[in-house]
């Protein structure tokens, strides 16, 4: 374990208007279980700073006390986390925020960002030429707004250098554990999880949501959601791209056609994603063999299985299940 801090490493939120609430609370609470073993001592201390003090309203309209940006001395600051925030494409406009940033940043050792807290991160600089990542619906915007940055659209968090960004809400947990993890090491990390009875690291490459459910959501007509709804029911037969086009009573070149406009995914990928999805449910709620599971979504073969697990989520079937299982496998 490394050398435990004297004094405790300091942690400073920002704070902006309609600050979401767990976006804050989620990685403070992390924080603040990091405790020495043998004293519980805090190995950290926090404050919660905004860029003129006093309450700042959250989401939840509840006002949580801040103080000021200009109070706090940068060179005792280790670790700058910017909370997303309903209002947060007006914070961008507060000239007195980000030029503190744009100022303070480089005697900061650790700065990282909460959902479209990343946006903060961007306007003053922090996200050029990094990789990071922002809550899913706003990726696009992200990059848009950035383009030197390298938005990756489906990582839980990412860490670049010195700069850590979070995919929101309860990511924000996820990437304080790891940060816990860096500075004090795993034991720490893992008293932290147990705690807060949370995994002490998500498989790699975890999505930030539902994977079938990302090109159902991109069908705002809905005009395939029977088709998704018969999928579902029938993911042990074969699915082919002939017997897909039967169910919508089209022909199969102009259902491909169509089907891709509508969802970004061609037919296949689609079938794929929710054999996945159904696998990964059967995993984590019954206590079916990985073998019978891989026949019951339409995979064939665990080894099947297994490569789209690896392809998607970067574990191995039994991996997943062991991180994620919600009832007691005998």
């Known amino acids: 374990m490394p050398p435990l801090p004297n004094p405790p490493r300091l942690i400073v939120f920002i704070l902006t208007p309609q600050t979401v609430m767990l976006d804050v609370t989620g990685p403070l609470q992390a924080f603040h279980e990091a405790r020495d073993p043998a004293t519980g001592t805090p190995l950290y201390r926090t404050i919660l700073a905004s860029s003129l003090g006093g309450p700042v309203m959250t989401d939840t309209g509840i006002a949580l006390d801040t103080v000021a940006l200009a109070d706090l001395d940068p060179g005792e600051i280790h670790t700058l ?24 940043r480089g005697k900061i050792t650790r700065i990282g960002s909460v959902c479209i807290g990343a ?4 306007a003053a600089g922090m996200l050029d030429n990094r990789a990071c990542v922002t809550h899913w619906r706003w990726c696009d915007r992200l990059q848009a707004m950035f383009p030197q940055s390298r938005v990756a659209p489906d990582p839980i968090f990412v860490r ?31 008293a932290v999880a147990r705690s807060l009875i949370v995994f002490i690291r998500r498989p790699g490459g975890q999505s930030q949501f539902s994977l079938p459910l990302e090109h159902q959501a991109n ?27 039967e169910q919508t009573g089209m022909s199969p070149r102009n259902f491909s056609r169509t089907y891709k406009s509508a969802t970004g995914l061609s037919p296949a990928r689609a079938v794929e994603l929710m054999r996945l999805e159904a696998a990964r449910t059967a995993l984590e709620q019954t206590d079916k063999r990985i073998s ?38 005998n």
């Open 81 to 104: 986390i910017a909370a997303g925030s309903d209002e947060m494409l007006d914070a961008l406009g507060d000239a007195n925020l980000i030029g503190w940033l744009e100022k303070y």
């Open 119 to 122: 946006f903060i991160l961007g």
């Open 160 to 190: 670049d250098g010195p700069v850590w960004t979070s995919a929101g809400v309860t990511t924000g947990i996820d990437m304080a554990v790891a940060m816990i993890e860096q500075d004090l090491g795993r034991d720490a990390a893992l």
């Open 219 to 245: 069908d705002s007509t809905g005009r395939f959601d029977d088709l998704h709804g018969w999928i579902a029911q029938n993911l042990q037969t074969r699915l082919s791209v002939e017997d897909l086009a």
């Open 292 to 329: 019978q599971i891989a026949i019951t979504c339409g995979f064939g073969d665990d080894e099947r299985m297994r490569r789209c697990f690896v392809k998607h989520l970067g574990v191995a079937p039994s991996d997943y299940r062991e991180r994620f299982k919600t009832i007691q496998i």
